[in-house]
């Protein structure tokens, strides 16, 4: 086991972030308890890792990441640093951020109830997709549930779980190989995930968000069964997009209509435009309504 203090700018809404990604834990795969959020993952070496995180003393600017696993070198250590921090979105500065969205007074209260909210990332772009695709028009347990059954299905096992991460998800060539009917859900979403892995599997789709985020959001534009919801989630989450803001979402809409906004695209762009560069940031305010 390798322990280490990931720095980052105060203030920071770890808890928040902890509630978000422990509503979407995905069995087997991660869990959130006592604190601490748990999960495995791949090295680009193929090292199979699990990392833990939680806040080292509350209130602290400070968090500390454990990564567990046989045979640890610096390379897979590096490689779950620059995870988690995409993870927890630690990067950002919040007090940029905060400053910027509460000018509009009617994110102020938001913002000052929850200071140094971060979006939270994705330790893998590929998987965060297929979790976009799996959420079209279900709740979030729904999604959960479903995204268990393929983890339990096709991910790998750990040959050395930890507590309840006992596997891994599925890489995209085993989701690319699979039946559209094993999947659980309706065949157009079943199919995109298909579409999905066999672009990321062929190396022409990018979703690490290394790649232009325009280009990208484009080419999942053009795979039937992918909208702007999703694609927007994506680059929320996946690609990095500061700026990424899922219009269609009934939980963003739900919370701009009870704060006066008429329940239409134009309205809902013309006061959204006020939260450049920073829209996902905003985004995750009003999903905080919801709760």
């Not at 951020?97 to 913002?111: F, Q, S, T």
Request: proline residues 6%; charged residues 25%; neutral net charge.
């Amino acid at each position: 086991m390798h322990e280490l203090e990931l720095a980052y700018r105060a203030p920071f809404a770890f808890e928040r972030a902890l509630a978000f990604l422990r509503a979407r834990a995905i069995p087997g795969v991660e869990q959130v308890h006592d604190g601490r959020f748990a999960r495995s993952m791949r090295s680009p070496g193929g090292a199979r890792l699990v990392i833990e995180l939680e806040q080292g003393i509350v209130g602290a600017p400070r968090v500390l990441l454990r990564v567990i696993g046989e045979g640890l070198d610096a390379s897979s250590v590096e490689c779950a640093e620059r995870a988690a921090r995409r993870l927890f979105d630690l990067d950002a500065d919040p007090a940029v951020i905060d400053a910027a969205l509460a000018r509009d007074p009617m994110l102020r209260a938001l913002v000052r109830a929850v200071p140094g909210t971060r979006v939270p990332g994705a330790i893998d772009g590929f998987e965060l997709a297929v979790r976009a695709i799996v959420g079209q028009q279900v709740s979030v347990a729904g999604a959960r549930t479903t995204l268990g059954r393929i983890a339990e299905r096709f991910g790998d096992p750990l040959a050395s779980p930890v507590g309840p991460i006992v596997r891994m998800f599925p890489a995209p060539e085993r989701l690319a190989g699979a039946p559209s009917d094993a999947f659980g859900m309706p065949k157009v979403r079943a199919d995109a995930i298909k579409s999905v892995a066999e672009a990321v599997s062929s190396g022409s789709l990018d979703l690490s968000g290394d790649a232009d985020v325009e280009a990208t959001a484009c080419a999942l534009r053009s795979i039937r069964g992918i909208g702007d919801w999703t694609t927007g989630y994506i680059a929320m989450r996946a690609l990095g997009d500061a700026d990424a803001f899922p219009i269609g979402d009934l939980g963003v809409r739900r919370a701009l209509t009870t704060l006066g906004v008429p329940d239409e695209d134009r309205s809902i762009r013309e006061r959204a435009d006020r939260w450049r560069p920073w829209r996902a940031y905003a985004a995750m305010h009003l999903w905080d309504m919801e709760n």
